[in-house]
């Protein structure tokens, strides 16, 4: 007499199912558990740095300065991160910037320079400081804008305050 057939196809079901509502409780018990045990940077205050503080860049008003402490910055600065937050750019035109460093004697060293990809879009950028930025100073940055973009060309970029990066 013939064994009766086994049916594989209800054992790998009721398997799957047994086994996907025990995943489902462990994923909503880990969400319950990160959301109520999550730590944000609200509680990390600075009297020295407020990260807040934007600057404006359009097509009449192409540089900032802002002053370098190693006091208040850090005394190694081996990156500096420029956060770019906002970009108003209809006609796209390309966006370069560049960063420099100068001593409060006067000698002004280029760091290095970046670009907005696509030229609408906001991010954060790290320009390496080659141990450059080590004494009092400046920190300047600069729009660097191609020569067919008209003074009523309508370009608005906010930046947040340039951090220096330790690691």
Do not use: W
């Amino acid at each position: 007499m013939p064994d009766k057939p086994v049916n594989y196809r209800g054992q790998i079901m009721k398997m799957f199912f047994y086994n996907a509502s025990r995943v489902t409780i462990i994923a909503v018990q880990l969400f319950f558990y990160t959301a109520c045990h999550q730590k944000t940077a609200s509680h990390i205050t600075t009297d020295t740095i407020n990260y807040d503080t934007l600057y404006s860049f359009d097509v009449n008003k192409k540089s900032i300065i802002q002053p370098y402490d190693p006091g208040t910055m850090g005394s190694f600065c081996k990156f500096l991160q420029v956060e770019v937050s906002k970009v108003i750019n209809p006609k796209k035109h390309p966006v370069t910037f560049e960063l420099h460093y100068q001593t409060d004697s006067v000698e002004k060293i280029f760091l290095g320079s970046f670009s907005l990809y696509p030229s609408d879009n906001p991010g954060k950028f790290i320009v390496p400081t080659g141990g450059k930025v080590n004494q009092q100073g400046s920190i300047i940055l600069s729009l660097i804008l191609p020569a067919e973009v008209s003074s009523r060309d309508t370009l608005n970029i906010s930046i947040k305050k340039i951090i220096c990066r330790g690691e």
